[in-house]
DNA sequence: AAGATCGTCAACCGCCATTAA
DNA sequence: ATTAATGGCGGTTGACGATCT
């Protein structure tokens, strides 16, 4: 639309040329998508010209890489896809083209808007840097593990087994070698009950006061976010153990639980433990100062259903 | 009902790297 | 070797629909 930005087209040359900006339009898109069809892509300024656009090349690119090109996948993101992210911005940063190459017809540009308006969105509101390790870790003791969950029983739930997940497809495009080579170091035992999780949990409170420099230490912080991932799951624990050794503690997933198997496609979910010896005090404190019980990250449609901080703290209390 | 605010996403900008002339 | 054109990337903006007050 020519409205959409004031029109920095000032030159004699750009007025001459009338330079289309905005939205596309229909006709537009047709012209673009038929010179492509016959032309191939490249060469943008002058496919341009040659398609009868007044558009920039830079403009008929994006507008073919984001929008029109045939393999562009539309529609919300699928909880591996969520998980995917999530877990290549921990490794890249904002490294978005790089991200999207591991997400088939999902485009930089939707990553990056992905994270700016879900992710950074809890950040905000959780007062929480979105760069600092607390909300990195927030990210991985909650909202991946809640996502692994998603993936899970949106699998074909009736054939898996505390041994055997399928691993999703587009997880299996990363890391393989990584997984591999750090699972084997993966503790392999959790708290078998409720008792011994909460006899772990005192443990951990009375260990607290030596790690409260969260900032400090990454590993730290991440260790502690475990333990408040290991309390919101007591009592589901009960019920349904497996699910929740291989939700609930993402930093060790992370690292060391891809359990690949070149033959099966698996990755054992027992991998995935519940053994975290630290502190769950240095993160509680900015918890509280962000009133975290009043941003539920369920019914704020984080990740469509995360944990809500409410219940985190319900359980940290029942202890 | 209407205005204000929020959330989403398409599109633009500027910068840098690469390629072609 | 130089320079202009092009491509690619990340950051930012603004339109617009949804929701709130």
Not at 127 to 137: E, L, P, R, V, Y
Not at 142 to 152: G, Y
Not at 241 to 249: E, K, S, V
Request: charge should be neutral.
């Amino acid at each position: 639309m020519s409205s959409f930005r004031k029109s920095g087209a000032s030159s004699s040359e750009d007025d001459a040329e009338q330079l289309r900006r905005g939205p596309w339009t229909l006709e537009e898109d047709t012209l673009l998508i038929n010179y492509i069809a016959s032309h191939g892509e490249g060469r943008w300024n002058l496919l341009a010209k040659r398609a009868g656009l007044r558009r920039t090349g830079k403009s008929c690119r994006l507008r073919w890489l984001n929008y029109l090109k045939p393999d562009v996948k539309r529609g919300n993101l699928t909880p591996q896809e969520q998980f995917l992210i999530l877990e290549l911005h921990s490794k890249w940063g904002n490294r978005w083209s790089r991200i999207a190459q591991h997400l088939p017809g999902r485009t930089d540009n939707e990553i990056k808007n992905y994270w700016r308006t879900r992710v950074e969105k809890q950040a905000r509101h959780l007062k929480i840097d979105s760069n600092s390790a607390a909300f990195q870790n927030l990210i991985r003791c909650n909202w991946m593990p809640r996502l692994l969950q998603k993936m899970e029983e949106s699998s074909s739930v009736s054939s898996m087994t505390s041994e055997n997940l399928t691993v999703p497809p587009l997880l299996d495009q990363i890391s393989q070698h990584e997984a591999l080579t750090t699972v084997q170091q993966a503790p392999r035992h959790g708290p078998r009950n409720l008792n011994e999780a909460v006899q772990s949990l005192h443990q951990l409170e009375q260990n607290s006061d030596s790690e409260h420099s969260a900032a400090s230490s990454c590993v730290s912080s991440s260790e502690s976010m475990k333990n408040i991932s290991k309390i919101s799951q007591f009592a589901e624990y009960q019920t349904n153990p497996y699910r929740i050794i291989g939700n609930n503690d993402y930093n060790t997933l992370s690292k060391d639980c891809y359990y690949f198997d070149n033959n099966s496609s698996c990755y054992n979910m027992e991998a995935i433990n519940l053994a975290s010896t630290s502190a769950l005090g240095d993160f509680a404190s900015p918890v509280g100062d962000c009133h975290m019980a009043e941003n539920n990250w369920v019914d704020d449609g984080f990740a469509d259903g995360l944990w809500s901080m409410g219940e985190l703290w319900e359980l940290k209390s029942f202890h």
